[in-house]
């Protein structure tokens, strides 16, 4: 083989090899099903009078409300009173933003659980949604022709290049239209070229305002391929939102006040009236009760599919010692820990001193879960942010994950030879009625192979027919493990089609979780400590070092700290997938920008970058979803371009 073709191939290894290492693990993810709703800030308990509070803030609530922890930006607050008619007076439901300046000298804001650059203040504010903010980290390489798609239809096109280096012409498009195209040239102070649009968004004056920048790194000049390496993009929208004080047609029965240090949005028109078991939108956010009516909470719905980090307790601010604490409960941060409003089920806490050197000492890092009976006497326990059927109790437990977990409001219709699929690969077959009603034939199976086939009957004395399927999942005694059951509610007998109506389907997994007091295997450096009323985990072993700007793994949480080092945040991961729980893309929380550039020196291709909406984080679907990719792809095309520059050399 060509020695010069040798030493690229081991190069590509080597430097592919670097870069694989280099790409963050992620924290283990919780996969569910698309729409999914996580839970915010809920209400206190109820007082003699009825009265309870629904308090929200940036820095408590960052899943729902905007936060930036590497910059400890975010300054949204709602606050309303819950009565128990459920209502909330006139003038008595406050949300609040303040703006703040970063770095340079720009003005921001928080709104509606998103970033807004402030193009002019006042008691009138004309505000633009944030769409990309990346740092210098955030590198983008596009051979001369090729484009970098943005967020809302923007996109870099790099034109040209000198060839003696110092100079790029660019091209900035929206919806395919050229918007502005530009030659830029390094500033010899610097040594760096920039590229700045600016445009008229109302604010008035003599300057306009900056719409986007970025900075040119490299301009490369190859023998047959052309290269620039841009970074730090900042953009904002063009379509601007004004909030004038006074107005009350911005959200119907809210009113604005607005003066130059910040905005307020009331209910000054009329009192708000929630209803049970449902979802009312307050401004852009929801708020939800459930279904006795005794819990309010504010909540977020995602419904396009991806991977999402939501940020749930952060840590106080540190004493004269050093030392703040990170503590997690499931009613106060039932987005990361398991938390069911309509049972009020959920006891899971997560307790730790965070000193100065991010250090938590021996012993001081503990995670407590209790169990709970429903009304039917079954006991549960939350795990690790999930619901668990508690299958053998005491020094050692034995706990099985709740797949399903409906009510007979939840109907699914199958038409007999017809399945349903749930989740885990289990599936239920109806396969065949009595034509005179009180009997059906079901199949249980899982990943298509059959585990249980039964014929069931009406209970005469209840008028309702019960599927239920038992297995031995290593509790001992005489009684198995009830696996599955649902309630078959209707069986009908048609002229061309019979069909059955089944709800209430109840499912735990068959892999259970053993957790035996005294283990120190569960988890690296943490011990377990069971009894018959509580399981907890604590680090036993060793004290726990969080480093700055990653994600450490505790138990199946992930605990961030931001890149300053100065706070901490207990967050989850969770993979959202379509109707059928199946992943189909992915998108990243708190995360301005997720970029991929293939760059290909026998083929003309187009480098993506998926912005996703602060407001809702719900990016295109990419081929590369894991940070860090777009650094590999971008080697292995330098690694091309140099391999072709070799052959024309021999």
Not at 6 to 32: I, R
Not at 91 to 96: G, Q, V
Not at 521 to 531: G, I, P, Q, R, T
Request: aromatic fraction near 8%.
């Amino acid at each position: 083989m060509n020695k010069k073709i040798t030493a690229v191939t081991l190069t590509a290894l080597m430097v592919l090899t670097m870069f694989t290492a280099m790409v963050p693990l992620a924290s283990a993810a919780k996969e569910v099903s698309a729409p999914y709703e996580f839970i915010g800030a809920v209400n206190g308990t109820q007082d003699a009078n009825g009265l309870s509070w629904l308090n929200a803030s940036s820095r408590n609530n960052p899943s729902i409300l905007y936060y930036d922890m590497d910059d400890n930006e975010g300054n949204e607050t709602i606050s309303m009173p819950i009565y128990d008619n459920l209502t909330v007076p006139e003038d008595e439901l406050i949300y609040t933003t303040t703006p703040w300046f970063d770095e340079d000298d720009y003005q921001f804001i928080s709104w509606a659980g998103s970033k807004f650059a402030v193009i002019d203040t006042g008691n009138d504010w004309i505000i633009s949604e944030k769409l990309v903010d990346e740092d210098e980290d955030d590198d983008h390489l596009l051979r001369v022709g090729e484009s970098l798609s943005l967020s809302q239809g923007w996109a870099i096109t790099a034109l040209e290049i000198d060839v003696d280096g110092g100079e790029a012409w660019f091209s900035l498009t929206k919806d395919g239209e050229e918007i502005h195209s530009e030659v830029v040239t390094e500033d010899p102070t610097e040594g760096s070229i920039y590229f700045t649009y600016e445009e008229d968004l109302g604010a008035g004056g003599d300057d306009d305002t900056e719409v986007m920048n970025f900075t040119v790194e490299t301009v490369f000049a190859g023998m047959n391929t052309n290269i620039v390496k841009v970074n730090n993009i900042d953009l904002i929208s063009t379509d601007t939102i004004e909030i004038e004080s006074g107005d009350d047609d911005l959200f119907d029965d809210f009113e604005v006040e607005a003066d130059n240090n910040r905005i307020r949005i009331t209910n000054n028109d009329d009192d708000i009236t929630f209803t049970e078991d449902d979802v009312t939108d307050v401004m852009d956010f929801g708020v939800r009760v459930n279904e006795d009516g005794d819990l309010v909470a504010l909540v977020k719905i995602i419904t396009e599919p991806g991977t999402y980090e939501l940020i749930g307790a952060v840590n106080g601010t540190q004493d004269a010692n050093g030392l703040s604490w990170l503590n997690a409960s499931s009613r106060n941060n039932p987005s990361i820990l398991y938390y069911d409003m309509d049972d009020n089920e959920g006891n899971e806490t997560i307790t730790m001193p965070i000193f100065d050197n991010l250090t938590v000492p021996e012993d001081e890092l503990i995670y407590t879960t209790t169990p709970w009976f429903d009304e039917d006497d079954y006991q549960f326990i939350s795990w690790a942010g999930s619901k668990y059927a508690v299958v053998d109790t005491g020094n050692d437990w034995i706990i099985s994950e709740k797949l399903v977990d409906e009510d007979e409001d939840d109907d699914h219709l199958l038409r007999v030879g017809e399945s349903l699929s749930l989740s885990k690969g289990w599936a239920i077959t109806a396969l065949e009625i009595d034509v005179e009603g009180g009997e059906a034939w079901f199949s249980l199976t899982k990943d298509g192979e059959e585990i249980h086939s039964e014929v069931v009957t009406e209970d005469p004395t209840e008028g309702s027919i019960y599927f239920t399927y038992d297995e031995d999942l290593g509790a001992g005694g005489e009684d198995d493990t009830e696996v599955m059951n649902f309630t078959v509610e209707t069986v009908f007998a048609g002229m061309n089609t019979n069909i059955v109506k089944v709800n209430n389907i109840d499912l735990i997994s068959t892999d259970t979780l053993e957790i035996e007091s005294g283990d120190d295997d569960l988890f690296d450096d943490f011990e377990v400590e069971a009894d018959n009323n509580r399981i907890q985990i604590i680090n036993k072993d060793d004290d726990i070092t969080f480093t700055e700007d990653d994600v450490t793994d505790i138990m199946d949480f992930g605990v961030r700290v931001n890149e300053d080092g100065n706070l901490v945040a207990l967050v989850q991961t969770i993979i959202i997938g379509g109707p059928d729980g199946t992943p189909t893309a992915t998108a990243t929380t708190n995360v301005t920008v997720t970029a991929t550039a293939t760059v290909d020196p026998n083929a003309t291709s187009t480098a993506t970058s998926t912005v996703p909406p602060t407001e809702t984080p719900t990016p295109e679907p990419t081929e590369t979803d894991v940070p860090g990719f777009e650094a590999v792809f971008a080697v292995a095309g330098l690694l091309a371009v140099a391999y072709l520059v070799l052959r024309q050399r021999e």
